[in-house]
């Protein structure tokens, strides 16, 4: 690994969120809002598009296809890329299974923890949720701001012998 290679993967890491986020904003800030309450905890980008008194579609469509290309397809690729290693993994002996399942468990666990919390905003933003109750709406929208961040190291914690100890 070179200092260029290492130099234009940082770029590359930083520019496709920029961009995504700068034209985000283009399409968001010209729109004339018609109302001041937002029905979620927090104020999402789409929460303020939905007061828009003009037309969204652009937004609407740009935000969906973003949202898959930036959830979705890596999820899909990351799964993918885990049935291939555990393929090989219990093609080995027992011990190499154990050492497979004790490594990818807490890695899957955080990505299907990360993708159930996306999953969940993308369609609490986007569908009618007035027949759900409000508490359990609430609790479900800040489940991925709280969750995958109290998750992730204590799913990684317990994994290492020393603090599970």
Same mark, same amino acid.
């Given at each position: ?41 927090y104020c999402g980008n789409y929460s303020v598009v939905k007061l828009a ?23 899909? =690729? ?9 393929? =090989? ?10 050492k497979a399942i004790s490594t990818c468990t807490p890695h899957l666990a ?56």
């Amino acid at each position: 690994m070179t200092s260029y290679k290492v130099a234009v993967l940082i770029s590359l890491t930083w520019l496709f969120p920029f961009l995504a986020i700068a034209v985000l904003i283009s399409l968001s800030a010209p729109l004339k809002l018609c109302g001041n309450i937002i029905d979620k905890v927090y104020c999402g980008n789409y929460s303020v598009v939905k007061l828009a008194c003009s037309d969204t579609t652009g937004n609407n469509v740009y935000e969906l296809i973003a949202a898959s290309l930036t959830v979705c397809v890596p999820v899909c =690729v990351i799964l993918y890329t885990y049935m291939r290693i555990l393929k =090989v993994c219990f093609s080995g002996s027992k011990q190499t299974r154990q050492k497979a399942i004790s490594t990818c468990t807490p890695h899957l666990a955080s990505i299907l923890n990360f993708s159930v919390g996306v999953s969940f905003e993308i369609l609490h933003s986007r569908f009618d949720v007035s027949s759900v109750p409000m508490k359990f709406q609430i609790l479900l929208s800040l489940y991925f701001l709280t969750c995958q961040p109290i998750f992730n190291p204590i799913m990684y914690g317990l994994n290492m012998s020393k603090i599970r100890v």
